[in-house]
């Protein structure tokens, strides 16, 4: 069945650090990719996204690209800031499952000046 | 933002007693999805509803039952609330396809 698999945190970076969290991906279909950011005691928000192989999905400084070839989706950032501590998801949706989502367990971020 | 909005926010309840959640959509999307969120586990799926009064179940539907009989509305109830239920409940909406999900704001339930 469909899964993704993210890389285990807690993550610790100096402010201006780059920024690596890894995401692999099983499915059946053509799955669409998605990067989530959880705040503290805030629902889940997307960050960015991509439908098709070689998509680059960015925002807010953060890039990811999928790859297809390497079923992966990794979210890098150049240069962290505080505010970027938080949770971040890993997810794919794939209409050949009834547009059910999967979601990574998560990666927990901490950034500090 | 997406219009979802879930009710309560919070709430305390005792073991063996029946709980509702409400999900609020304005956005007239096709699906709904309730997930559990709790430490180590990331979100987990609950149920979720592809259309007024079509559901499915989840990975993690014991316990649990949904309702949609409109299509802003998904209700989770929890027939005999246990302490394994303690988590928060986020609600998300989908169109379908390709298009991602947008969340709730959550609600924290604890059952003592």
């Known amino acids: 069945g469909d899964s993704v698999t993210q890389m285990e945190g807690p993550v610790t970076l100096s402010e201006e650090a780059f920024l690596t969290i890894n995401c692999t991906y099983t499915?059946?279909?053509?799955?669409?990719l998605f990067w989530y950011v959880q705040y503290p005691g805030e629902g889940l928000q997307l960050l960015l996204k991509?439908?098709?192989?070689?998509d680059k999905g960015s925002n807010k400084g953060f890039e990811a690209t999928y790859r297809k070839e390497t079923t992966s989706f990794h979210l890098e950032k150049g240069s962290v800031q505080v505010s970027d501590s938080a949770v971040y998801f890993c997810?794919?949706?794939?209409?050949?499952?009834?547009?059910?989502?999967?979601f990574g367990t998560g990666t927990s971020l901490t950034v500090i000046p | 933002d997406a219009g979802i909005t879930q009710s309560p926010r919070h709430k305390v309840t005792e073991t063996g007693t029946p709980v509702t959640l409400r999900c609020h959509q304005t956005?007239?999307?096709?699906?709904m999805y309730w997930y559990r969120q709790d430490p180590g586990h990331g979100l987990r799926l609950i149920h979720y509803?592809?259309?007024?009064?079509?559901?499915d179940k989840g990975e993690v539907s014991d316990g649990y039952s949904v309702s949609r009989s409109k299509t802003e509305d998904f209700l989770l109830t929890l027939e005999s609330a246990t302490s394994s239920q303690t988590s928060v409940y986020f609600c998300?909406?989908?169109?379908?396809?390709?298009?991602?999900?947008?969340f709730g704001p959550g609600t924290r339930l604890t059952v003592t």
């Open positions: 499915a059946t279909g053509y799955p669409s």
């Open positions: 998300a909406i989908s169109g379908g396809g390709p298009y991602e999900q947008y």
């Open positions: 997810a794919l949706s794939d209409i050949n499952t009834g547009n059910q989502f999967y």
């Open positions: 991509a439908t098709k192989a070689d």
């Open positions: 509803s592809y259309g007024v009064k079509d559901t």
């Open positions: 956005e007239n999307h096709r699906y």
